[in-house]
């Protein structure tokens, strides 16, 4: 079956079912597995470069805190054309962070041959891993996805068996940066499942800005920073966006060394089969419990305190 996927985490769903051989199209974001998509040609592109811009300038660019405004995604009518796909794969969930499901619809009335749309809006830790199912079927491996359904979710239980009983540190989930986000969706139920009591956000959650103020009034013992689309590395780089406001030394995850950055695309972010990985992450970080591999310092590791 040609595929072409519009967005990060069916991409890698497609990829977790066995099936990155089936890809013909994808969009620039999508970049697990590396090996698998690296050949895939690549059908949406950038409005501006977002590495040379500060998360006030893109919150800005796509529409400032409504999140109502363009995309960071153009999708190529054409190229997309050219590959011929059977089924197209897109999101209908929000329109900052991939190509819309109204636009992909709209490109694909003009085609010849239309092929199938099919659109996930996965909000919740049940929603992401039934989307596993959903594409299955639509594949033509329904069964194998079943199983790895099935797989997925024994792996949350032993999450929640390994932290069951122990004291439930407060958490603070950072999205973005600047603005202020938390995040919402299935983040609160992972943290939920590793241990720890989520706090500004309610699982399913669309959420929208926070003030400052919230954060410090919330007193979280943990913050999470795992900024949408930004690698680790990105987010040390605007660090003092967070550590130069008033009251940051004050928190008492501050005080307590308990400040972390993770890799939010890999397993945050995008409502893909690893958002296991993250709460197997987040065990580690709220409890320092190891569930499945051990974590790598480029999952997690924790913000360190400048000197003085």
Not at 49 to 78: K, N
Not at 117 to 126: A, F, G, K, Q
Not at 268 to 296: I, K, M, Q, S
């Amino acid at each position: 079956m040609r595929i072409v996927s519009l967005l990060p985490a069916a991409t890698d769903i497609v990829a977790d079912l066995g099936l990155a051989a089936d890809l013909v199209g994808r969009t620039h974001e999508c970049d697990w597995p590396p090996e698998a998509v690296a050949p895939v040609p690549v059908v949406t592109r950038a409005e501006f470069a977002v590495e040379e811009l500060s998360s006030r300038e893109i919150s800005e660019a796509v529409g400032g805190a409504a999140h109502a405004g363009s995309s960071l995604y153009t999708l190529d009518t054409a190229a997309l054309a050219a590959l011929d796909p059977e089924i197209v794969l897109t999101q209908d969930l929000c329109d900052v962070c991939a190509v819309s499901y109204e636009a992909v619809s709209r490109a694909v009335r003009v085609l010849d041959a239309g092929p199938r749309v099919l659109s996930l809006e996965p909000r919740t830790l049940d929603d992401v891993l039934d989307c596993l199912v959903t594409v299955g079927e639509s594949l033509g491996v329904r069964e194998r996805a079943e199983r790895r359904r099935e797989q997925l979710r024994r792996r949350l239980a032993e999450v929640e068996r390994l932290t069951r009983g122990r004291e439930r540190p407060r958490v603070v989930a950072i999205e973005w940066l600047d603005p202020l986000w938390p995040a919402g969706h299935w983040v609160p139920e992972q943290i939920t499942c590793a241990g720890g009591e989520p706090l500004l956000a309610a699982p399913g959650e669309h959420t929208g800005p926070m003030t400052w103020e919230a954060v410090r009034a919330a007193r979280p013992d943990v913050v999470l920073l795992l900024p949408c689309g930004f690698p680790p590395e990105r987010t040390l780089r605007e660090r003092e966006l967070l550590t130069s406001l008033p009251g940051w030394d004050e928190l008492p995850a501050v005080r307590a060394g308990e400040v972390w950055v993770l890799d939010g695309p890999a397993y945050f972010n995008r409502p893909g089969p690893r958002v296991v990985r993250g709460a197997e992450v987040l065990a580690h970080v709220l409890h320092g419990v190891r569930a499945g591999e051990p974590v790598t310092p480029a999952e997690a590791c924790r913000l360190e305190q400048p000197p003085g």
